[in-house]
């Protein structure tokens, strides 16, 4: 008898306690909710071999209703960063603060409030293969312990928003790569979540079906106002929807900052050497034809490389004004990150010198003379 009038007791407190949790959060969401901030972030693990520095001196904001990424090479502590929102990783020292509050304080009533405020996908989708879609979907509701009726009518309501209408009873195993992400989004959504973290979510997918999810996602952003931290070793995914970059190197900040700025210009070595595969090469016909001296009736053949901060962007005609002489464009691709152009052209103009090159300032972001042709390549 009287335990039982402890027990109730406790779950008298521990109701209290998740209200108002529930009370904070919802308080939190009509606020505009969804910011992270990282203050003076440390993560040390200990393992056999010794300790291991995973994250150091880490000071972020991460705004509300953001999409913004994370990269850097393997081991640089991008897991180990994203998963201290939720707090599945507790920093060694330092604090995360989600809606200005520090998570780290927490106790277990406001941490399963927490991660119902935060969803997650992953590279693996973590789906339960003996369970239908519906109820992979449901399972957060079921053990969150929402009425039956409201679990069906969100379950339908996510299926519908993530474009899996019709395959409620259908098993996982019967599912492509990119319907079986889109039951874990849809999961993940269930609870009507504030932030949601994608760990390498296009990972395991073609890139059809990459793009496809990346739509989804960018629609979620706009729709739902979610705030989006996704972590990726696919810099075509930070450029295809990330409107913030952090460069993660060997736990630190390397450099952040607007996609088309950080990729337009890299300041850090890690950033260029994770850039590098994106940089095309000189075809081999032009190369093979390049002479370090000017030739008599020859070109002169440029580099130009635009980092988006340009006014106006490439603008050829402009170019022959400025060097007064007209230029022919021999190869480059130029691509829109975030509505700024940029990317690299070469071209072929009559009578150029390095001198030449300071009256391109303001027009490209920097241009180098990589050599004379004979005749027109
Ligand atoms: P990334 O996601 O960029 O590959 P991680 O955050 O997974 O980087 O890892 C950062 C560093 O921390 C790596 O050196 C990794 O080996 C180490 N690490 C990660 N998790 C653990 C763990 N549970 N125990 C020991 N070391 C770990």
Avoid at 103 to 108: A, C, H, L, S, Y
Avoid at 234 to 248: A, G, K, P, Q, Y
Wanted: aromatic letters at 2%; a neutral charge.
């Amino acid at each position: 008898m009287a335990a039982l009038t402890v027990d109730t007791a406790v779950a008298a407190v521990r109701g209290a306690a998740a209200q108002a949790a529930a009370a904070k959060a919802r308080a939190a969401s009509a606020a505009g909710a969804g910011s992270v901030r990282f203050e003076a972030l440390a993560k040390t693990y200990q393992s056999a071999t010794g300790a291991v520095r995973a994250l150091e001196d880490i000071d972020l904001e991460i705004p509300a209703g953001r999409i913004y990424g994370i990269i850097g090479r393997s081991g640089a502590g991008k897991s180990s960063l994203l998963r201290t929102i939720n707090r599945l990783e507790r920093p060694t020292s330092g604090r995360v603060l989600v809606d200005g509050q520090d998570i780290g304080r927490f106790d277990e009533d406001a941490l399963v409030e927490l991660r119902r405020r935060i969803g997650m996908i992953f590279q693996h989708f973590n789906l339960l293969s003996a369970k239908t879609v519906r109820e992979n979907v449901a399972l957060p509701l079921v053990v969150a312990g929402v009425p039956k009726r409201q679990i069906a009518e969100r379950v339908d309501e996510v299926l519908a928003l993530v474009g899996l209408e019709g395959k409620h009873n259908v098993y996982p195993s019967r599912l492509s790569g990119g319907q079986k992400q889109r039951v874990g989004i849809a999961r993940a959504l269930v609870h009507k979540p504030e932030i949601l973290l994608c760990d390498e979510a296009t990972s395991a997918l073609d890139p059809e079906t990459t793009l496809s999810i990346l739509k989804l996602l960018r629609d979620i952003n706009r729709s739902l106002g979610l705030t989006i931290v996704l972590i990726t070793h696919e810099m075509s995914v930070i450029r295809e929807i990330c409107e913030t970059v952090l460069v993660l190197e060997q736990g630190r900040i390397a450099e952040e900052g607007p996609v088309w700025q950080v990729f337009g210009a890299p300041k850090h070595d890690a950033t260029r050497a994770l850039l590098q595969p994106l940089s095309r090469d000189i075809p081999e016909d032009i190369a093979a034809r390049l002479v370090p001296q000017p030739v008599a009736g020859g070109e002169t053949v440029l580099e130009l490389h635009y980092t988006g901060g340009e006014s106006g962007g490439p603008d050829l005609s402009r170019l022959a004004s400025v060097l007064g002489t007209s230029v022919r464009l021999l190869h480059g691709t130029i691509d829109r990150i975030q509505g700024h152009a940029q990317g690299t052209l070469l071209v072929a103009a009559r009578g150029v010198s390095e001198d030449d090159l300071a009256t391109l300032g303001g027009h490209v972001g920097s241009a180098r003379i990589l050599g004379h042709v004979a005749t027109d390549v």
